[in-house]
């Protein structure tokens, strides 16, 4: 059974092959529904030089970062042998790039707020992306667990 926890000063992923293969797929199906609405937001200043300065700069630093991430993440889920080992930066990397695309899974399924969870039939109308967003949230969830556990 899979298991998320501190150990030795590390984040150790306990998973097995399949289940490693299986989030890896599930890290490429919602990435490549990323699109453009995942850019990084626009708007940051209302005094428009100092928002041309933002968008000429920052917002292009912000969406490499964004893809460098996922493609680590990625990497890491498709050529590790597990366990997986983190160390606490690679593992608030993990939040970051599980976290966006939990929210790519809720947007697939027309989540657009916390009432979500008494909609019982939103498992039964978009099972698969249901079923990533549990997965995704439960290691996110644990990750800060194992976090928070030093």
Known sequence: MASIQRREG???LTIDHDEQMAIYTIIQHLTR???KSWDPPTGAYAEPGLQEEYDKWVTPAL???RAAEISHVADIFAKTT???ELTDDDALIFIRVLNLLRHVAAAEMG????SWSTDESLE????SEY????VLG???EEIVNALESW
């Open 33 to 35: 529904k990323l699109g």
């Open 111 to 114: 989540i657009t707020d916390e």
């Open 131 to 134: 079923r990533m967003l549990m």
């Open 10 to 12: 590390r984040i150790r």
């Open 124 to 127: 039964a109308r978009h099972e």
């Open 63 to 65: 969406a490499a970062t």
């Open 82 to 84: 597990p366990p997986i």
């Open 138 to 140: 439960w290691i996110e």
